[in-house]
């Protein structure tokens, strides 16, 4: 059984990083492309980051690419989001996912998903 495991989030200051961690039992996450997903309050969940099994394709989406930025440690099989100054917008659940394939694709749902770490910005 496939466990994806998020840690890192919290309440946090406005203007303050923050980097959130991510790693999976049950299968090789070397063996999947990661993404990391955010749902706001009264928002839709939205893709934010991806990348693929070695690390070495990358892509975060316009409104957050100056701030985030997405990684993984092929030997330490762990992947992490990045958030160089946080925002009061940031405000929301981080999921992280798990592709099946090696590559992401932004039309394919991930396979597996994190139970959600909940990010709160203070002013």
């Known amino acids: 059984q496939v466990q994806v495991v998020e840690s890192g989030g919290g309440l946090v200051q406005g203007g303050r990083p923050l980097t959130l961690s991510c790693t999976a039992t049950?299968?090789?996450?070397?063996?999947?492309?990661m993404a990391w997903f955010r749902q706001a309050p009264g928002q839709e969940r939205e893709a934010i980051a991806y990348?693929?099994?070695?690390?070495?394709?990358?892509y975060c989406i316009d409104s957050v690419k100056d701030r985030f930025a997405i990684s993984r440690d092929y030997h330490k099989k762990m992947m992490w989001l990045r958030i160089s100054a946080l925002k009061p917008e940031d405000t929301a659940m981080y999921y992280c996912?798990?592709?099946?394939?090696?590559?992401?694709?932004?039309?394919?749902?991930?396979?597996?998903w994190g139970q959600g770490l909940l990010v709160s910005v203070s002013p």
């Open positions: 049950g299968t090789d996450v070397n063996d999947h492309a």
């Open positions: 990348v693929n099994w070695s690390g070495s394709s990358t």
């Open positions: 996912a798990l592709f099946e394939e090696v590559t992401y694709y932004f039309n394919r749902p991930p396979r597996y």
